[in-house]
């Protein structure tokens, strides 16, 4: 019998570029933003459940959000939702949940993924992960999944690989962090270059060899929590391991240093949703390329967001690529593509109380 994988979310991000929607009391994982009546979160989960069983899910998120992920998966084990102490990025997130799956189960195969990207084609997407599966068993190999680019986009990371002409995995040459527009185009014409998915399949024992090897550091303070995992003094500890380690992400941290990953190319219809830009690139629109959700008439606007209630009429002239979003107590209007002034919008928007955020 084939063995059934652990599936790690990642969930406790605070989704800061979908402000004002995306609130720090529920922040987008935690919002049905494709109007589907399910959250990202609940998505994420119904994508994996045909490959495994809902004890095996394990969703490692802030503990803010604890009652978020309970209300909203109630299918799973209330001790397999992580709650994190403290924000310390992905590298101690999943180290977090590789060493309690260890302690319950040493011959594990885990699949990362986070809790907020879009996937059109399922059906593909579980090829490509049974395909990572199978890839992942041999010894100390790292699996990542790359999508094929179709444009010149620099708000991703990108893998590249050793091309060969196989179907197998193709091992992983360099990382690159978000490139700027020249280097992009480089990337999309040399054609050994894909985008990099933040999701990953690995055995557990293949992982913790890698954090021990290349994150000494995080290892021994989790390797302490054996006779802690699964108990009820885990939070005790995880609240001082955490207090111990250094905010560090898993590409920083592992993956660009190990010469174990491998990449599986990807093509399922993939959209990080990483902003408003990525959200309206999906949406339907209409005939002057405008995406309106809510009571909203527009005149001479084209290429525009305006995402409004339902209960009062926004009317909108003479804009173009704009975002228009009310939600609760804050009206935004700022340029569409404006996601790298966020970061500025909320931190000035805490300023003026915490309510705006």
Known sequence: MKQKPYIVIMAGGIGSRFWPYSRNNRPKQFLDILGTGRTLLQMT???????????????????QYFDLAKEQLPEIPESNILKEPQRRDTANCIAYASYKIQQKDGDAKIIVSPSDHLILNEIS?????????????????????GIQPNRPETGYGYIQYFSNDSDAPKKVKTFT??????????????GDFVWNSGMFVWKVQSIIRAFEKYMPEVSEVFEEGADFYNTERENEFIVNAYSQVKNISIDFGVM????????????????DLGSWMSLYEIRDKDSSNNVVEGNALLYDTENCYVKVPSNKLVVVQGLENYLVNESDNVLLICKLDA?????EFVIDAKAKGEGFV
């Open 177 to 190: 962090e978000k490139p700027n527009l020249k280097l992009a185009k480089t990337f999309i014409e040399s």
């Open 256 to 271: 660009e240093k190990s010469d174990e990953v491998y990449v599986i190319l990807g093509e399922f219809g993939w959209s």
């Open 339 to 343: 996601e790298k002034k966020f970061r």
């Open 125 to 145: 997407f579980v090829q490509n992960m049974n395909k990572a599966m199978v890839a992942c068993e041999e010894d100390g190999r790292l699996i990542t999944i």
């Open 45 to 63: 989960f119904d994508r994996f459940l045909n490959m495994t069983d809902p004890d095996r899910f394990f969703v490692v998120t802030n503990k």
